[in-house]
């Protein structure tokens, strides 16, 4: 920031409120290449719906079960989507006795959504 010129106002999404801090530009490939693989893993319709039953779901998860009744699809078709879920690290598993619980990656969706709005309006003046 330059001494006399006013910082940009920008929304911080971890402590949902307006800061008058410039937000730190992200240059590194390996954060660009991390969101481009989130984004892949979250482009295929039934990934997406699974992700978004799972951010609904809570902490607490959803068993795989659970999220094959949901959306009527066989279990290796559920399979191959999860894997890719989890490959992308916006899913994780913890099997609890029989039962495979498949909980979504709060820590890593606010990164990506950081990633995504960090720079918002930053080339327009915010009035």
């Given amino acids: 920031m330059q001494p006399g010129k006013p910082a940009s106002l920008y929304f911080d999404n971890t402590r949902n409120i307006v800061d008058r801090v410039m937000p730190v530009l992200h240059d590194g490939s390996m954060e660009t290449d991390k969101a481009a693989g989130c984004l892949e893993a979250l482009s295929n319709a039934t990934r997406l719906k ?3 039953h799972l951010v609904r779901a809570g902490k607490t998860g959803a068993p795989v079960g ?18 890719r879920l989890v490959r992308a ?26 990633f995504l709005t ?10």
């Fill in 50 to 52: 699974i992700y978004r």
């Fill in 66 to 83: 659970e999220i094959q009744k949901q959306f009527n699809i066989p279990g290796s078709t559920l399979s191959h989507h999860l894997a």
């Fill in 89 to 114: 690290e916006l899913v994780m598993q913890e099997r609890q006795s029989r039962t495979l619980i498949c909980r979504a990656n709060y820590g890593l969706m606010g990164d990506l959504i950081h």
């Fill in 118 to 127: 960090e720079c918002c309006c930053v080339d327009e003046s915010c009035k």
